[in-house]
């Protein structure tokens, strides 16, 4: 049995997601079992984000909360991991004075020895030093028990420069995964009962140009394609500029790979677009959406876009909607900009204000919840292949899964589809999910 008690929160993204994984397999080699509960805990780490301001403030009050635990169990570790770690290393201390250890994005693989000196010695610790090849990509993380889809880390980092980004400066430089490492870690993952993978990577397109050994993406989307047990694979992130012929190809060729992108668009103002440096106009993009219709007529289309860069004027939001009003994402992603420390945008010209920010983001959230509610309703009268995880909110009699295009479809149903393919016909549609009934099994070719 494991004697000590290890809490993880995770903000961020699902590269922090997986990086908590990783860090309870290795610390349960030090004896750490996982548990729910805060309280319970020797050791709890929070894995930080720090992609806008709100998240370093949310991460900040909840360490804060912490303290009273702390104060009950002196024994008590409380550490920040992550990307807001590595951006401020030792002043964190400053910020929280109760924390005991700062380990930043590449210092992963340290914690276990980091934990067990401090157990002894006590003491605050930090690393946020850089490694030339990210030991933690070759940590095995541990999806939860039961789990039937989770998530592979093919790359780390991101040698793009998008101005108002700080991704680049914690992670640090583009490293792809060896195709052998990933494809061991896929097989390993399907013989434990794991029928989904989402390949994780800052810009999964340009897999392979930095360390990959002469394999691009398709070529290892086609290879986990082949897989046996993996019924579905995801992607994310793909940027527009990067997105080859290859990868759109990939939709019709590779059996098991989803109809679904999330291609993140940013703004839909050229203008915008230059000075966010992200290498292409709102044009191209559309071409790209245009060739992936063409490809795979059915493909889901997601996005990101950010409002309020610097910059950014009433006509160039309106270039923004114009944009959506024309593609009809399927689902997107808003955010007002939030100055980040170090980047190229922090003290541009122009701010937009916040009222402003505040404004434009209701508008564009009511445009996209107006194309969201469309295009789920489109798929009312439809059968489509759900892959089943688990029980559902709504209460037990009903079971919970995603459609190939990733939409939430709930059904009546019993907790032995658990990790099936079953055909569920749609018969309501809601902003956030579908509602459906059984048909059959399998993945069949209706979608
Ligand atoms: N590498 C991925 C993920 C980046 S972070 C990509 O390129 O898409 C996820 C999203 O957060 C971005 O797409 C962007 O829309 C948003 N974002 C990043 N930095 C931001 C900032 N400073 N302010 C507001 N939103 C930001
Ligand atoms: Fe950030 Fe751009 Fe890299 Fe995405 S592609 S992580 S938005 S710099
Ligand atoms: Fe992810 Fe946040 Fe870092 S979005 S890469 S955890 S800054």
Same mark, same amino acid.
């Given at each position: 049995?494991?004697?000590?008690?290890?809490?993880?929160?995770?903000?961020?993204?699902?590269?922090?997601?997986?990086?908590?994984?990783?860090?309870?397999?290795?610390?349960?080699?030090?004896?750490?079992?996982?548990?729910?509960?805060?309280? @319970?805990?020797?050791?709890?780490?929070?894995?930080?984000?720090?992609?806008?301001?709100?998240?370093?403030?949310?991460?900040?009050?909840?360490?804060?909360?912490?303290?009273?635990?702390?104060?009950?169990?002196?024994?008590?570790?409380? #550490?920040?991991?992550?990307?807001?770690?590595?951006?401020?290393?030792?002043?964190?201390?400053?910020?929280?004075?109760?924390?005991?250890?700062?380990?930043?994005?590449?210092?992963?693989?340290?914690?276990?020895?980091?934990?067990?000196?401090?157990?002894?010695?006590?003491?605050?610790?930090?690393?946020?030093?850089?490694?030339?090849?990210?030991?933690?990509?070759?940590?095995?993380?541990?999806?939860? @028990?039961?789990?039937?889809?989770?998530?592979?880390?093919?790359?780390? #980092?991101?040698?793009?420069?998008?101005?108002?980004?700080?991704?680049?400066?914690?992670?640090?430089?583009?490293?792809?995964?060896?195709?052998?490492?990933?494809?061991?870690?896929?097989?390993?993952?399907?013989? @434990?009962?794991?029928?989904?993978?989402?390949?994780?990577?800052?810009?999964?397109?340009?897999? #392979?140009?930095?360390?990959?050994?002469?394999?691009?993406?398709?070529?290892?989307?086609?290879?986990?394609?082949?897989?046996?047990?993996?019924?579905?694979?995801?992607?994310?992130?793909?940027?527009?500029?990067?997105?080859?012929?290859?990868?759109?190809?990939?939709?019709?060729?590779?059996?098991?790979?989803?109809?679904?992108?999330?291609?993140?668009?940013?703004?839909?103002?050229?203008?915008?677009?230059?000075?966010?440096?992200?290498?292409?106009?709102?044009?191209?993009?559309?071409?790209?959406?245009?060739?992936?219709?063409?490809?795979?007529?059915?493909?889901?289309?997601?996005?990101?876009?950010?409002?309020?860069?610097?910059?950014?004027?009433?006509?160039?939001?309106?270039?923004?909607?114009?944009?959506?009003?024309?593609?009809?994402?399927?689902?997107?992603?808003?955010?007002?900009?939030?100055?980040?420390?170090?980047?190229?945008?922090?003290?541009?010209?122009?701010?937009?204000? @916040?009222?402003?920010?505040?404004?434009?983001?209701?508008?564009?959230?009511?445009?996209?919840?107006?194309?969201?509610?469309?295009?789920?309703?489109?798929?009312?009268?439809?059968?489509?292949?759900?892959?089943?995880?688990?029980?559902?909110?709504?209460?037990?009699?009903?079971?919970?899964?995603?459609?190939?295009?990733?939409?939430?479809?709930?059904?009546?149903?019993?907790?032995?589809?658990?990790?099936?393919?079953?055909?569920?016909?749609?018969?309501?549609?809601?902003?956030?999910?579908?509602?459906?009934?059984?048909?059959?099994?399998?993945?069949?070719?209706?979608?």
């Amino acid at each position: 049995m494991d004697k000590k008690k290890l809490y993880i929160q995770t903000f961020g993204c699902q590269m922090n997601v997986q990086d908590s994984q990783k860090m309870a397999a290795l610390l349960k080699e030090s004896g750490y079992g996982t548990t729910e509960d805060p309280r @319970e805990a020797d050791l709890i780490l929070v894995n930080t984000c720090s992609i806008r301001e709100k998240a370093a403030q949310k991460i900040c009050s909840q360490l804060g909360r912490f303290r009273d635990l702390k104060e009950e169990n002196p024994h008590l570790l409380i #550490g920040a991991v992550g990307c807001l770690a590595q951006q401020w290393g030792a002043r964190f201390f400053k910020r929280i004075p109760h924390l005991d250890l700062v380990v930043g994005t590449h210092q992963i693989h340290r914690l276990p020895e980091m934990v067990a000196d401090l157990e002894q010695k006590g003491g605050q610790a930090v690393e946020t030093g850089r490694c030339e090849s990210v030991r933690s990509l070759e940590i095995v993380a541990q999806p939860p @028990e039961g789990a039937v889809s989770t998530f592979v880390t093919i790359m780390q #980092g991101c040698i793009n420069r998008c101005a108002y980004c700080v991704v680049p400066f914690l992670r640090g430089p583009e490293e792809s995964r060896p195709l052998d490492e990933i494809l061991r870690e896929v097989r390993m993952l399907a013989a @434990e009962g794991i029928r989904e993978v989402t390949l994780l990577g800052q810009n999964v397109n340009s897999y #392979g140009q930095a360390n990959g050994g002469g394999h691009d993406f398709a070529d290892l989307l086609a290879a986990i394609g082949k897989v046996e047990g993996i019924e579905r694979i995801r992607f994310t992130t793909s940027h527009p500029k990067d997105l080859s012929p290859r990868l759109i190809d990939s939709f019709g060729k590779v059996a098991p790979l989803c109809e679904h992108i999330h291609l993140p668009i940013q703004s839909g103002s050229d203008r915008v677009l230059a000075l966010m440096n992200r290498g292409y106009r709102a044009e191209e993009y559309l071409a790209k959406v245009a060739a992936l219709r063409a490809s795979c007529p059915d493909i889901a289309i997601t996005s990101d876009v950010i409002v309020g860069f610097p910059g950014e004027r009433e006509e160039d939001f309106q270039a923004t909607l114009a944009l959506m009003r024309q593609v009809r994402f399927d689902n997107l992603f808003s955010f007002q900009y939030s100055e980040r420390e170090g980047t190229a945008a922090a003290g541009m010209a122009d701010p937009v204000p @916040e009222a402003v920010k505040r404004e434009r983001l209701v508008i564009l959230q009511s445009l996209q919840m107006e194309h969201t509610g469309e295009r789920n309703r489109a798929r009312i009268g439809r059968t489509e292949g759900v892959l089943v995880e688990g029980p559902s909110k709504n209460g037990p009699q009903d079971m919970t899964g995603r459609t190939r295009a990733n939409r939430i479809v709930n059904f009546p149903g019993a907790a032995g589809l658990i990790g099936q393919v079953v055909q569920v016909r749609i018969t309501e549609a809601f902003l956030h999910s579908l509602r459906g009934e059984v048909e059959g099994r399998g993945e069949g070719d209706v979608h």
